[in-house]
Structures are given as C-alpha cells and as structure tokens.
C-alpha cells in the first residue's frame, strides 16, 4: 500500500516537473518587457489623471468667469505671476488652455492604448508557452 501511495506521490512530482517549463533568455526579455511596459502605463495614467484633474479646473474657472463683470479685471496666472487681463481676454485664454490640455488628454490615452495593446499581445504569448505557471495579471 505504502508503495502504491509513493508511486503516486513521484508520478505528481514527475508530472510537476514534466509540466515546468525552462525559461529562455527570450522569455525573461519579454517578461522585462511587460514590467517596463506595465510601469510606463502606470506613469501615463497618473499624468492623464493629473491632466483631467487640471481640465476641471480650467472648466471651474470658465463657468465662474461667466459670473464676472464685463468691466472688471481679472488676475490670471501666468507662470508665477499673475496679470491684470479684460474679461473677454481672460476667456480667450481659458479656452485655449483648455484645448491645449484636451489635445494633451487625447494623446496620454492614445499611448495608454498602444502600450495596453502591447502588453496584451505579451500575456497572449507568454501564457501560451507557461500556461498556469506564470500570472501576468495587473
């Protein structure tokens, strides 16, 4: 019975072993590759996150703008100085900072996309060659 109980043992661990998979230089160049990949996608979105952030705000202004006098001045930021600007000029500006950080949110997400996409075609062959035995999952 004993032996029964090791045969079955040894055919698991043979099984295991059988099942491993040896890790070449090309797989371990593409696991690096998903790590710098799922790090960058990291940094993108915290600066898109950063940027939608920055759109509110600009929209807060715009609709509190809208409350202003026409006659009044208003103090806008530019760099670290702020200048005394007409109404309608303080608007113009508002609306070009915002489709400036529109453009930018644009191009964040598109390259969010692109290194998603990447990574996704990386989990596809690195789970076909280590099945189970590797977890790509962010």
């Known amino acids: 019975m004993a032996s029964l109980v090791q045969r079955r043992m040894l055919s698991k661990e043979d099984e295991a072993a059988a ?7 090309e797989d371990q160049d593409k696991i690096n590759k998903f790590s710098r990949l799922h790090q960058r996608e990291l940094a993108i979105e915290e600066d898109l996150n950063a940027k939608l952030k920055q759109k509110e705000e600009i929209d807060d202004l715009s609709t509190e703008l ?7 001045k208003i ?3 530019i760099g670290d100085a702020f200048f005394h600007v007409p109404l309608e000029q303080a608007q113009e500006m508002l609306a070009t900072a915002i ?5 930018e949110t644009t191009e964040l997400e ?3 996309s692109a290194v998603r996409e990447e ?14 035995q590797i977890n790509l999952e962010t």
């Open 119 to 132: 990574m996704q075609q990386l989990k596809i062959e690195l789970y076909a060659r280590f099945g189970k």
């Open 110 to 112: 598109e390259k969010i």
């Open 99 to 103: 489709t400036k950080v529109e453009s």
């Open 75 to 77: 103090q806008y930021k």
């Open 19 to 25: 099942n491993e998979v040896e890790v070449r230089r």
């Open 66 to 72: 809208e409350l202003a006098d026409e006659d009044e």
